[in-house]
């Protein structure tokens, strides 16, 4: 069955060090991999997307590594900043699609 | 400019009631979704739409659920005799015709059925 996995438990990390979430997915061949930054009572924020043919994306502090191998999806927030705590969620969308299938999303929070 | 707007934010209603939820896409936005997200889960989808049509109806549960945009532009999500397991968050989203792939998403409408 076609399953997306992230990390359910909470992440908690000290401001400045780099935060490294992890997507993983199974009997998928998505198009694009993307992930949203979500905040409570929100909609879910888009921030990277990357596509089956590239190795890794970045936006400012922000970078993302897919590997079509593994079937595996790491997302990096470097320099954290108690402003980054938020829940992170992956999504996949296959070729031909539009529609977006997401994991359950993992909580980051970040320390002072 | 502005983003996706939802109303209303927070409905609550009885088993068996009828329910109407709306979303206003970011304007010239062609493609319009609506998901459902139950507390602790990611977004499930629910059906998108190309301009007026609706392209892709299969995340729809059951056929209680139904949704219009009749003019290419405002969906309505109407929900027919609900029921409990029916609360959840309702948001919708929208993306430009061409880059489907990035979708824009409103606040959400928090539906609860007692």
């Known amino acids: 069955s076609q399953k997306i996995e992230q990390n359910s438990e909470a992440l908690n990390i000290q401001e400045g060090k780099t935060a490294t979430l992890t997507c993983n997915y199974t009997?998928?061949?998505?198009?694009?991999l993307q992930w949203y930054r979500q905040d409570p009572g929100r909609g879910p924020v888009f921030l990277l997307l990357i596509r089956e043919n590239e190795k890794e994306k970045r936006k400012e502090r922000l970078k993302v590594t897919f590997d079509t191998t593994l079937k595996q999806s790491l997302f990096h927030i470097t320099a954290s900043q108690p402003a980054d705590s938020a829940t992170y969620l992956c999504?996949?969308?296959?070729?031909?699609?539009?529609?977006?299938?997401f994991g359950t999303g993992t909580q980051l929070k970040v320390e002072l | 400019g502005a983003g996706v707007s939802q109303t209303p934010s927070n409905k609550v209603t009885e088993k068996g009631k009828y329910v109407e939820l709306r979303c206003d896409p970011i304007s010239g936005h062609t493609a319009l979704y609506w998901y459902r997200q139950s507390l602790g889960q990611g977004p499930e989808f629910l059906i998108y739409?190309?301009?007026?049509?609706?392209?892709?109806d299969s995340g729809l549960p059951n056929d209680r659920f139904f949704a219009v945009r009749p003019e290419g532009s405002v969906s309505t999500l109407k929900i027919q005799r609900t029921e409990r397991g029916d609360s959840a968050v309702y948001l919708c989203?929208?993306?430009?015709?061409?880059?489907?792939?990035?979708?824009?998403f409103g606040p959400g409408t928090r539906l609860l059925v007692l």
């Open positions: 999504a996949l969308m296959v070729g031909g699609g539009n529609k977006l299938t």
């Open positions: 009997n998928y061949s998505p198009a694009y």
């Open positions: 989203a929208s993306s430009r015709q061409g880059q489907e792939e990035t979708q824009y």
């Open positions: 739409f190309q301009g007026t049509g609706a392209a892709d």
